[in-house]
């Protein structure tokens, strides 16, 4: 494990490391232990971004604060607070996704349902989170033709991740079904379901 | 309190404050206004709190019509704004009547007009702020002809008889803005950060709030392989397999999968909210301690 904290201007450093479960128990210890003047902590793949108020807080100080950081221990989170998620098993790609890992769409859905997932970090609309099922992952590559269109509650997968659209947008992960959940709200107090350290599990229902 | 008619919006007119930093970490852009000072000094100027909304004008050709007497003060680009047809002075506080009619012509200098009204524009807020986000579509939509702005409660302070500071116009010509090093400088040829500085770059066309496109002599990337997402800020210069830069602005996406060279000082993010498509920019190294 190497931790390397690169430099991002003069409000901002990127902490990298080697994999995403070092982000997974990295992200929850800089979140906890955040010091006035942090604005934005932004987990990745392999890193995480840190930008602050450097009036209020120097990057000398963050540099320091973030090198000594133990990792949190604490990473798997007790599945009793998963977020369920109900979903239609019925998308356009499933047929395709259980021929790629040579199975049936019937252990396609059993292995989404059946994996505990975790949010690692959000991107590519507010409220869409890139799911990690650990041990359990399975490698899909994205369609070869992104899609214009995904509606909003499109559940998909690509690389080793599973993610819900939260809005109509276009895309190019592989969809497997869909879900009625609300994943983004603006309105809202909480305005996202999905918050980066979140247990996810899917339930399977009929259509 | 109604504050104006929306006659004409212009290329693009939007609701714009400080935005939303903080909540990156759910996929959400800060956004805001692309020239924060001009921003802050508008609210000053008619004695609101630096951060209220008003409204950003992209170019030339919006016009506003005032419901009420309002006390309003115009900042950023420089051209020749007018109301009824005589000239409105900028940069400082005026009181406009009933009726009165504002157009913003194509500006001489910069891109961006701010209107500051005392009170602020009115509207929900979106995750604590009522900027529109062009990226996210977080924040009310683009202002359209027929729209009614409405005014905020007025301020506990007077409109100021005098604001001290004098901001000056948008730069004319060459801009120069300050790079500190990025993240991935190791993955373009060596020399590539003094290429950046030594290079001539134009602004392109294609440019918007989501990042500012540069023209000139593509940066020679050592690696082609992809990189995972990672965290962006504004004043990123995110460079694609083209090697020319795109410098990330307000609306930007949190993460992306492009090297970042080198990032803007964050007291430039300014300027580059007023450059003009085709504007010459050099990028200078900055001193100091970050």
Do not use: C, K
């Not at chain 2, 000053?44 to 506003?64: P, S």
């Not at chain 2, 007497?69 to 680009?77: I, L, Q, S, Y």
């Not at chain 2, 989501?210 to 995972?228: Q, W």
Request: aromatic share 6%; charged share 20%.
């Amino acid at each position: 494990m190497t931790r390397s904290i690169l430099p991002y201007g003069d409000r901002a450093l990127l902490v990298q490391v080697d994999s995403l479960e070092e982000v997974l128990a990295l992200y929850p210890a800089v979140d906890a232990t955040r010091p006035p003047g942090v604005v934005d902590v932004v987990p990745a793949a392999r890193s995480i971004l840190v930008t602050v108020e450097p009036g209020v807080l120097p990057l000398r100080r963050v540099q320091d604060w973030l090198s000594a950081l133990p990792p949190s221990r604490a990473a798997v989170r007790n599945v009793e607070d998963a977020v369920v998620i109900d979903v239609v098993y019925s998308g356009p790609d499933l047929d395709e996704v259980a021929r790629v890992q040579g199975v049936g769409a019937d252990d396609v859905i059993a292995w989404h349902t059946g994996t505990p997932w975790r949010v690692a970090f959000s991107g590519f609309a507010p409220g869409f989170g890139y799911l990690t099922a650990g041990s359990g992952r399975r490698i899909v590559p994205r369609r070869a033709e992104p899609r214009p269109r995904v509606a909003a509650g499109s559940v998909g997968l690509a690389g080793e991740f599973s993610g819900v659209y939260p809005r109509e947008s276009p895309g190019g992960w592989q969809l497997i079904g869909a879900t009625r959940a609300r994943l983004w709200d603006a309105a809202d107090e909480h305005p996202a379901l999905l918050m980066p350290g979140r247990t996810v599990r899917f339930r399977a229902i009929p259509p | 309190m109604t504050a104006f008619d929306v006659l004409d919006p212009g290329p693009l007119l939007l609701i714009e404050d400080l935005g939303r930093p903080g909540s990156a970490h759910l996929g959400v852009p800060p956004s805001g206004a692309m020239d924060r000072a001009s921003l802050r000094l508008a609210n000053r100027l008619v004695g609101n709190a630096e951060g209220t909304a008003a409204l950003e004008i992209l170019a030339g050709g919006a016009r506003l019509r005032a419901r009420g007497p309002h006390w309003v003060a115009v900042t950023g680009a420089w051209g020749d704004v007018r109301t009824d047809g005589r000239p409105l002075p900028v940069d400082r506080a005026v009181l406009l009547p009933h009726g009165a009619i504002l157009e913003f012509p194509v500006p001489d200098r910069g891109l961006r007009y701010y209107l500051a009204v005392r009170g602020g524009i009115g509207g929900a807020d979106a995750l604590g702020s009522r900027s529109t986000d062009v990226l996210s579509g977080i924040g009310p939509d683009p202002l359209l002809a027929g729209d009614v702005l409405v005014a905020g409660p007025v301020p506990a302070l007077p409109v100021p008889p005098i604001d001290e500071a004098f901001t000056g116009p948008p730069l004319d010509g060459l801009v120069r803005l300050r790079l500190r090093p990025g993240p991935r400088t190791d993955w373009f040829a060596p020399g590539s950060m003094q290429a950046l500085v030594d290079g001539e770059w134009r602004v392109s066309p294609a440019s918007n709030r989501v990042g500012v496109r540069l023209e000139g002599e593509p940066l020679r990337r050592v690696r082609d392989d992809e990189l995972p997402s990672e965290g962006m800020v504004a004043g990123a210069l995110q460079v694609p397999p083209s090697g020319l830069p795109t410098i990330l602005a307000a609306d930007h996406p949190v993460t992306g999968g492009y090297p970042v060279i080198a990032v803007l000082v964050d007291a430039d993010l300014d300027a580059l909210g007023q450059l003009r498509p085709g504007q010459p920019v050099r990028f200078t190294r900055a001193t100091g301690f970050a």
